[in-house]
C-alpha cells in the first residue's frame, strides 16, 4: 500500500535512488555482453540504461545529458529494428 500511495504523490520521481541502482545494474551487465560479443543482449540491456537516464536528466532540467541520451537511445531502437530485420530476412 506504500508503495502505491508513494507512486501516486511522486510518480516515477519518488523511485530515483532505485531506478538508478537498476540503471546501474543494467550499464554493468550491458558492459559485460559488450566484452563477451553477446549480440544483440548489449542493445536490449543498454536501450533501459539509456531511458532511465534521460528520464533523470528530465528530471533534473540537466539539458546536455538529456540530448545525449536521446541520442544513444535513437542508436540503441535503430540496432534493435536491424537486428529484427536482418534475423527476419535470414529466415
Not at 33 to 44: C, D, E, R, T
Not at 46 to 72: D, G, V
Amino acid at each position: 500500500m506504500r508503495s502505491l500511495l508513494r507512486l501516486r504523490v511522486g510518480g516515477l520521481a519518488a523511485y530515483q535512488h532505485e531506478l538508478k541502482w537498476i540503471a546501474l545494474a543494467l550499464g554493468i551487465a550491458s558492459t559485460i555482453a559488450i566484452v563477451q560479443n553477446w549480440y544483440p543482449l548489449n542493445l536490449f540491456l543498454s536501450l533501459p540504461f539509456c531511458m532511465i537516464w534521460a528520464y533523470h536528466a528530465w528530471l533534473h532540467t540537466e539539458r546536455q545529458l538529456k540530448y545525449i541520451n536521446l541520442l544513444f537511445i535513437a542508436f540503441y531502437v535503430y540496432g534493435i529494428a536491424r537486428y529484427f530485420v536482418i534475423a527476419q530476412g535470414a529466415a
